[in-house]
């Protein structure tokens, strides 16, 4: 399955067939490389941008090492983030002063459900744990590079679902570096 969608991700980086210019909608414009921000340690995926760059949906394929996790983590992630503004203040530069992100993880592994086995209780928290959605805010600078249209760094805060309700449950039991991660990231647009 892994290798699956791996190849996937990287035929979807395949240049674009028919005239020269012209990009197929399907084929990626640009491409990310994003540390932590729990879509796993490490994640690599491509992404398309939509309404002139102010919208971009992602696919990354994350993944957390034994020595961090325990044991390797796969997970697969689409991502919709909203860049309302950007500016360019001069020399190429352009600066997106806020990004806002909705996410959905899904971790591979026999130990992440969906549904809670039925030795659970009802009552008990029946939050999936192979399932994560997320929310995002964060920023990004960038310019041409290395003969790239644009090569942007980017961080973001990132709280998952899970974290937000049991924060809103027990806002005392929970600190702020418990609900909210950071996550570093570059892209490069081609």
Known sequence: MRAILAAALLSAAAPASGAEGERHWAVPDHAKVQL???????????????????????????????GIGGESIWALTGKLTFAPWRLRPGAGWSLRPLTAALQLTYTFGEEYVLRLPDQYPRR??????????????????????????????????????????????????????DVVSVALGVRAAF
């Not at 994640?43 to 034994?66: H, I, K, M, N, Q």
């Not at 999936?128 to 310019?143: T, Y």
């Open 36 to 66: 932590a921000g729990n879509v796993g340690f490490l994640s690599p995926g491509v992404g398309w941008a939509w309404l002139g760059e102010r919208l971009e949906t992602d696919l990354f394929l994350g993944w957390v090492p034994p």
């Open 124 to 177: 008990y928290y029946s939050i999936p744990s192979a399932l994560r959605g997320g929310l995002a805010v964060g920023a990004s600078v960038g310019r041409p590079a290395w003969g790239l249209p644009e090569l942007s760094l980017y961080g973001e805060l990132v709280a998952l679902d899970a974290m937000l309700f049991f924060w809103a449950k027990n806002p005392e039991a929970l600190d702020a570096d």
